[in-house]
């Protein structure tokens, strides 16, 4: 999979170490270490979804033609 999302810029054998990696440092510190991480990757995550909510608002607002509403 990290190859195909890297079009082809990483070889499989990278996607191995980098899931070896991944596997060593969970072994390292523990499960307790992912909870922590997973506890805060929400806030960009929110952060984003607010910035594109607020384009989308600004551009709905921008293209609204007026003239064209009848009461």
Excluded: H, Q
Excluded at 38 to 60: G, H, M, Q, T, Y
């Amino acid at each position: 999979m990290l190859y195909t999302v890297n079009n082809g810029g990483l070889p499989p054998w990278g996607g191995v170490i980098v899931i070896t990696f991944a596997t060593i440092i969970v072994f390292f510190f523990g499960y307790r270490f992912v909870n922590l991480y997973e506890k805060w990757p929400w806030i960009p995550n929110l952060a984003v979804f607010l910035v594109i909510i607020d384009r989308l608002a600004k551009s709905f607002w921008e293209n609204i033609n007026y003239k064209n509403w009848s009461c």
